[in-house]
C-alpha cells in the first residue's frame, strides 16, 4: 500500500467512529446540559441514536459539548429520561439515524413506537 492509502486508512480509523455518530454540526445545533429544563414531551430532539444488532433507541436533547448527553432511552427494559455518554455508544456499536429530522420529543416516541418489533 503506498502512503497516501495508508495516510487515508490511518485518518479513516481514526475518525470514523465519532464523525459517524456525532457532526460538528449536531454539536453546534444540541443545547447545552439543562436547556431544555422542564419542557417535557416538548423538548426537541435533534439526533437519534440506535443498536442496528438489536434494541434500544436514544434520542439526544442535551449535549454537554464534550461527551455527554440527555435524552430518552427505549427499548432497554424501560423507557426513561437520563444520561448516556458518546464514549459508550462508539463502544458499543450504535449507529446514527442519519434520515431523523428534528422534532419534539413526543413526536419522536410516537414514531418510534410504530416502527416494528418495538
Known amino acids: 500500500m503506498g502512503k497516501l492509502a495508508n495516510g487515508l486508512k490511518a485518518f479513516i480509523g481514526a475518525n470514523l ?9 449536531d454539536r453546534k445545533a444540541l443545547p447545552e446540559l439543562y436547556a431544555q429544563d422542564g419542557k417535557g414531551l416538548n423538548a426537541k430532539v435533534y439526533v437519534k441514536f440506535f443498536n442496528s444488532r438489536g434494541r434500544g433507541t436514544w434520542f439526544a436533547t442535551e449535549f454537554d459539548g464534550d461527551n455527554t448527553f440527555f435524552g430518552y432511552t ?7 429520561l437520563g444520561y448516556f455518554t458518546l464514549k459508550d455508544m462508539q463502544r458499543g456499536g450504535i449507529e446514527r439515524d442519519m434520515s ?7 413526536s419522536a416516541i410516537a414514531a418510534q413506537k410504530k416502527l416494528p418489533g418495538e
Open 17 to 25: 467512529g465519532e464523525m459517524k455518530l456525532l457532526k460538528a454540526s
Open 74 to 80: 427505549m427499548g432497554l427494559g424501560g423507557d426513561e
Open 100 to 106: 431523523f429530522k428534528p422534532q419534539t420529543l413526543k
